[in-house]
């Protein structure tokens, strides 16, 4: 069959990940195509044949709305074209424009709906019905999607880690030689990075071990201030960057997500197969389908600061329940394979 994945681009991200080991999976066995819509930085690996539709992102409200239309414009040329069997688009922007062009469109949701832009909103209960299908990333987004909309055409498929990767990389060196604890983002307001170092600040751990945070971002001036102004200056650490996060998640005493919001967060999923114990705020979607508290992981009250210093004390000093974890942790992610994955995206054809 001939396969069409649709995301603005392949840089980073957790769908970028996910359309990463769906096209890889697929394309031993059929035709496979990822079209974006800038190719001018593409940071993951993909299957089959990158396609440029040449419209890049705007950063202004009347760019988005006129280049909703222009995409829709060019994908309905490209879809007639070359008579795509299936086409599955990644996030909002792609999704809008695909069922405008196409009614065999189907459509991923990667976050709570309750945080999609203003200017997105109306698009939502007009187009996303239209579509051949809605797939959610985890189940309580699927459940806020009917209850929110009224969609009847939904139906939930989670997001793939590919272990074998994981494994493969997580032997890789790195250049930290104190033991470390672990948060891996975009440096921006939704990732909660400010909660992180707040918790941190008022443990005891702090005293004992570091703080990694690897991603890059707008809010690094503001995370380093607050880092200094909590007198942890050379204890959390802003890493940039890393071309192997998998490395550090095997390192790493444990990994800690500190989200104001996910969908189906891909660092936990990863970090778990690469046997690493969790901690992580229990936002409305995503860490609750995959953090089983007391197997893998320990979930603590979203957005509460004090909380998550409680529970990075407690997994600090139980080195007993950092090995059940351990042991537990990728034994948790392996239904998540790419392969069986993917098996249920095809089923949508």
Avoid at 9 to 27: C, D, F, I, P, T
Avoid at 237 to 261: C, D, M, Q, T, W
Wanted: hydrophobic content about 40%; aromatic content about 10%.
């Amino acid at each position: 069959m001939k396969i069409a994945f649709l995301i603005a681009y392949m840089k980073s991200g957790g769908a970028e990940r996910a359309v990463s080991n769906l096209s890889l999976a697929m394309q031993e066995e059929h035709d496979v195509s990822v079209i974006v819509f800038d190719a001018s930085d593409v940071g993951y690996p993909y299957g089959g044949t990158l396609i440029d539709l040449d419209v890049p992102s705007s950063s202004s409200a009347p760019g988005k709305i006129y280049n909703i239309f222009k995409r829709a414009y060019r994908l309905r040329k490209l879809y007639k074209e070359q008579q795509f069997d299936g086409i599955f688009t990644f996030m909002e922007g792609p999704g809008f424009p695909s069922v405008m062009a196409s009614r065999e469109t189907v459509v991923s949701v990667h976050d709570n709906p309750r945080s999609l832009p203003g200017i997105y909103q109306p698009f939502y209960p007009y187009l996303y019905p239209k579509a051949k299908k809605i797939v959610a990333c985890a189940k309580a987004i699927e459940e806020k999607l009917i209850a929110q909309y009224g969609f009847t055409n939904t139906t939930t498929i989670y997001n793939s880690v590919n272990i074998e990767h994981a494994i493969q990389r997580s032997s890789d060196p790195i250049e930290e030689t104190r033991p470390f604890l672990l948060s891996v983002g975009r440096l921006a307001p939704q990732k909660g990075f400010d909660y992180l170092i707040e918790a941190f600040a008022a443990t005891q751990a702090k005293n004992e071990i570091d703080l990694l945070i690897c991603g890059e971002g707008d809010d690094r001036e503001a995370l380093q201030d607050l880092i200094d102004q909590k007198g942890l200056t050379g204890k959390v650490i802003l890493k940039g960057n890393v071309e192997n996060p998998f490395a550090y998640y095997a390192k790493a005493e444990f990994f800690v997500l500190s989200s104001r919001h996910e969908g189906f967060p891909n660092i936990l999923i990863e970090a778990l197969a690469c046997e690493c114990p969790c901690v992580s705020f229990d936002c409305e979607t995503g860490p609750n389908e995959i953090i089983r508290p007391g197997e893998n992981g320990l979930l603590v009250d979203a957005e509460n600061v004090s909380a998550l210093a409680k529970a990075i004390d407690q997994l600090h000093a139980d080195r007993s329940l950092q090995d059940l974890f351990k042991k537990n942790a990728r034994r948790s992610v392996e239904h998540l394979t790419p392969r069986a994955i993917a098996k249920e995206w095809l089923k949508l054809i």
